[in-house]
């Protein structure tokens, strides 16, 4: 991993989303592209040309952030796509459909709801957040091969540094906690963005793998989720170190677009702790590069979503 800043940003390091290149001519996948951060990168990528897919839960909420885009950029080259990260049968309707991607920015999440399975029988926390996206990416690698400076984008959190991976109890049963299974759903997305890396360099293959989070942002999945104490202690927190949503989606932007980002890197803000600021090169917990539990991790989600993640080149 390299700890230096996240390419040249000029004298001030400020990385805005007017410095994104033009995307003329590049097929994006966002996922949850409705609100928060991933309506921010769909509204940013559209202004510069990309043609984006917003693969979205509520179509209602699809429609009206798709228009309400539009109506600000008259020429935005948008497409709405039902996708429901928590049933599998939905991501293979999805992915079977996708024609072209040349970069596909896993974003979607659930955070802090009460333990809540999905028709598979998977918390639903790690299956939106993880499995979902795993089962995506799988499906749509070869897809992304064809692609122009292909990239997967996985979005993670601060929250991934008090996570761990509870792989005797992986789906609540016997000890739920709404902020530990959110942790560990959010680790696991950076242990797989990592293993991912890996594994597309052993095998030669051009797909660069990328990590990015938001710092501390004020979305409605702060809103959505939690409940109680919870939502209270959530809201107050966000209340005094959240940043808007628009800077929130910077780290994501840079991964996606910047020609010198690196496979493997993480990016986040420059702020102190990560909570808010302008995109950097930032470090993940030291235990998500343990080469153990990425390939347990790795078995298991492809016994979970009984999709294989072929890597041969």
Do not use: C
């Not at 994104?20 to 592209?33: E, M, N, S």
């Not at 951060?37 to 952030?65: D, S």
């Not at 980002?261 to 420059?270: A, L, M, N, T, Y």
């Amino acid at each position: 991993m390299n700890d230096t800043p996240a390419g040249d940003t000029g004298s001030t390091g400020q990385w805005t989303a007017s410095d994104i290149p033009g995307q003329k001519g590049r097929t994006f996948i966002v996922t949850g592209a409705n609100s928060g951060i991933g309506y921010e990168t769909t509204r940013a990528l559209a202004a510069h040309g990309a043609e984006v897919i917003m693969a979205v839960r509520n179509e209602a909420k699809g429609t009206a952030a798709l228009e309400k885009i539009s109506a600000e950029h008259p020429d935005a080259d948008l497409r709405l796509r039902h996708l429901d990260l928590a049933d599998l049968d939905s991501v293979h309707r999805f992915a079977a459909a996708v024609q072209k991607v040349d970069v596909l920015i896993n974003n979607a999440g659930v955070m802090m709801p009460p333990r809540t399975l999905t028709k598979a029988g998977h918390e639903l926390q790690f299956a939106v957040n993880h499995l979902g996206h795993f089962a995506l990416t799988a499906l749509l690698l070869t897809k992304l091969l064809q692609g122009k400076d292909p990239r997967v984008v996985t979005v993670s959190s601060r929250a991934h540094m008090q996570g761990r991976m509870h792989f005797d109890d992986l789906h609540g049963e016997h000890g739920y906690s709404r902020r530990g299974y959110y942790a560990q759903s959010k680790l696991a997305n950076v242990v797989f963005g990592l293993d991912l890396h890996r594994r597309l360099r052993a095998n030669g293959l051009p797909i660069r793998s990328v990590l990015a989070h938001p710092g501390v942002v004020a979305t409605n999945l702060q809103t959505t989720g939690p409940t109680g104490l919870s939502k209270l202690a959530v809201l107050l927190g966000s209340r005094i170190m959240a940043q808007p949503a628009e800077m929130g989606a910077l780290p994501v932007l840079y991964a996606a677009t910047h020609p010198d980002v690196e496979s493997g890197q993480f990016i986040g803000p420059d702020g102190r702790n990560e909570t808010k600021g302008y995109p950097t090169v930032v470090e993940p917990l030291d235990a998500a590069r343990a080469r153990d539990v990425a390939k347990r991790l790795w078995e298991l989600s492809e016994e979970l979503t009984g999709i294989h993640l072929d890597l041969t080149p």
